[in-house]
């Protein structure tokens, strides 16, 4: 790792309840949902789920793998995450807290990765990514999400307002006092290049993320119509979370 500080977010230092986060959000964590369950490899020996938080997404996973590890760096994420794992009596997943930018993992410890809603709250992009293929053994799989820079509605307000910066590859952090990336897909494909993987498909989601349009109808319904939009919104890279799936070469 780095001796360079390297600025994280803490959720622990700032008191904030991830939760609080998904529960009017309950459209984009099915889209989610949906889209683990289908790219995941059918069965794997070692999965970690990095940014892990509090175990949202372990239903989507918790029969992909013989051993699952839910990594974050916040212990009060981690404590509700485990106490989902008790209640359900899941003995094949475990917890463990850490910092990304070096796991307390060896060499090639798992088949699949999965990291979501993680990379535009960091720093050190392709030191992360480096991390990551450290710990994950040959032809491994990685899901990865981002924040997409270059969606639909960030194109028609760059058109309205002439900002030609919006097709400029350098990510842009969205956040005054602290750090949200929006990336550029080219970007994330150049990084993952250089950190030896290789993408594979490309799928973008939560393609209606409109919210008085989520928040009147139906998850089912828009699931279905995020269905029918993903194919030609993935061509264009037009929806605001762009999936990435990879294979470590």
Do not use: C
């Not at 069965?43 to 997404?57: A, H, M, N, Q, T």
């Not at 897909?185 to 030896?196: A, Q, V």
């Not at 393609?207 to 109808?217: E, L, V």
Request: glycine share 4%; hydrophobic share 40%.
């Amino acid at each position: 790792m780095s001796e360079q500080t390297i600025d994280v977010s803490d959720y622990d230092r700032s008191g904030y309840d991830y939760r609080q986060y998904w529960d009017k959000r309950q459209y984009d964590n099915a889209v989610e949902q949906k889209i683990i369950s289908q790219t995941l490899p059918h069965f794997s020996e070692s999965l970690i789920d990095i940014g892990g938080g509090f175990g949202r997404l372990i239903s989507s996973y918790q029969d992909k793998a013989k051993h699952i590890t839910v990594f974050d760096y916040s212990n009060n994420n981690l404590n509700v995450a485990q106490s989902i794992i008790e209640a359900k009596g899941y003995e094949h997943i475990q917890t463990q807290q850490g910092d990304i930018y070096s796991m307390p993992f060896k060499d090639a410890s798992f088949d699949t990765a999965i990291i979501l809603r993680v990379i535009h709250h960091l720093e050190r992009t392709s030191l992360a990514l480096h991390e990551i293929n450290r710990v994950m053994k040959p032809s491994g799989t990685l899901i990865l999400q981002f924040a997409n820079k270059v969606h639909l509605k960030n194109r028609l307000k760059a058109l309205i307002t002439r900002d030609a910066t919006i097709i400029n590859p350098k990510p842009v952090n969205l956040s005054k006092d602290g750090i949200f990336f929006q990336f550029h897909p080219d970007f994330i494909k150049e990084k993952l290049k250089e950190n030896g993987f290789v993408v594979e498909q490309i799928i973008s989601s939560s393609n209606i993320r409109i919210p008085f349009i989520y928040r009147m109808i139906p998850v089912p319904v828009l699931l279905f119509f995020e269905t029918l939009l993903t194919p030609i919104f993935t061509k264009f890279y037009l929806g605001p979370s762009i999936f990435v799936i990879a294979r470590k070469q």
